[in-house]
């Protein structure tokens, strides 16, 4: 499997993570790296805002192409690939064009938000625990089965705090690992294992791994018996 590529503007060896996928590339990738995308992005947005100038446009302004009014760049969402670097619908335009949709199309809408839902907490899993993900403690791989699990413990509070805040569409802790970028404190283990040391501070996984480690006969030399009592 391909794990770096050669970026054909900057001309260095990278990993295929730092790579854009592009359905038209030869292996799936874009011929550019991300940096180089960004670079570019930044060049185009700088001569736009220069030409909107030299014709008497005010920067920090954006025009809807729905509603067609010019309103302050506040109104619109931010947007990378615009040269202007906003959204081309204002806000209240994308709202309502948004609200239409799901009225429209609710399956279509459930769906998405299913996917996302399972693709940003098997981001945080592999993060964690490695691909495939599995439970620190036990070994459990059941995708079903495993959770995050704070090492420090405070995990209660820290998930009341993201509801309130409402960062996530029901998996807040996975929504909040993303935007933090994944820092440390945090494990993989399966719900038994979770809940056993939430409640009495250790997993019965690791009490037998102690009493097995502690409970193994010396070794004798091979072929040789060990020596009998006298009588």
Same mark, same amino acid.
């Given at each position: 499997?391909?794990?770096?590529?050669?970026?054909?503007?900057?001309?260095s060896?990278?990993?295929?993570?730092?790579?854009?996928?592009w359905?038209?590339?030869?292996? !799936?990738?874009?011929?550019?790296?991300?940096?180089?995308?960004?670079?570019?992005?930044?060049?185009y947005?700088?001569?736009?805002?220069?030409?909107?100038?030299?014709? !008497?446009?005010?920067?920090?302004?954006?025009?809807?192409?729905?509603?067609?009014?010019?309103?302050?760049?506040s109104n619109?969402?931010?947007?990378?690939?615009?040269?202007?670097?906003?959204?081309?619908?204002?806000?209240?335009?994308?709202?309502?064009?948004?609200?239409?949709?799901?009225?429209?199309?609710?399956?279509?809408?459930?769906?998405?938000?299913?996917?996302?839902?399972?693709?940003?907490?098997?981001?945080? %899993?592999?993060?964690?625990?490695?691909?495939p993900?599995?439970?620190?403690?036990?070994?459990?791989?059941?995708?079903?089965f %495993?959770?995050?699990?704070?090492?420090?413990? !405070? !995990?209660?509070?820290?998930?009341?705090?993201?509801?309130?805040?409402?960062?996530?569409?029901?998996?807040?802790?996975?929504?909040?690992?993303?935007?933090?970028?994944?820092?440390?404190?945090?494990?993989?283990l399966?719900?038994?294992?979770?809940?056993?040391?939430?409640f009495?501070?250790?997993?019965?996984?690791?009490a037998?791994?102690?009493?097995?480690?502690?409970?193994?006969?010396?070794?004798?030399s091979?072929?040789?018996?060990?020596?009998?009592?006298?009588?």
């Amino acid at each position: 499997m391909l794990k770096t590529r050669l970026c054909t503007r900057c001309k260095s060896e990278k990993q295929v993570s730092d790579f854009h996928k592009w359905k038209h590339g030869r292996d !799936g990738l874009y011929v550019w790296c991300r940096t180089c995308c960004r670079e570019r992005q930044r060049f185009y947005r700088t001569q736009y805002m220069r030409r909107n100038i030299s014709r !008497g446009r005010k920067p920090g302004y954006g025009k809807c192409s729905y509603c067609k009014r010019i309103k302050t760049a506040s109104n619109f969402h931010k947007c990378l690939q615009s040269r202007t670097g906003l959204y081309p619908y204002c806000k209240s335009c994308q709202n309502k064009k948004s609200k239409r949709y799901r009225t429209k199309y609710p399956e279509k809408v459930k769906e998405r938000i299913k996917q996302w839902r399972k693709q940003t907490r098997m981001k945080a %899993l592999v993060h964690y625990s490695g691909d495939p993900p599995k439970c620190a403690c036990c070994g459990e791989s059941t995708y079903e089965f %495993l959770t995050i699990d704070h090492i420090n413990g !405070g !995990g209660n509070k820290h998930r009341k705090k993201l509801r309130k805040i409402k960062i996530g569409f029901g998996n807040e802790i996975y929504r909040w690992l993303k935007i933090a970028g994944y820092p440390p404190g945090f494990r993989i283990l399966c719900y038994n294992c979770n809940q056993v040391i939430g409640f009495y501070g250790y997993c019965p996984h690791q009490a037998q791994t102690v009493t097995s480690s502690h409970s193994k006969p010396k070794n004798t030399s091979a072929g040789v018996a060990p020596p009998t009592p006298n009588t």
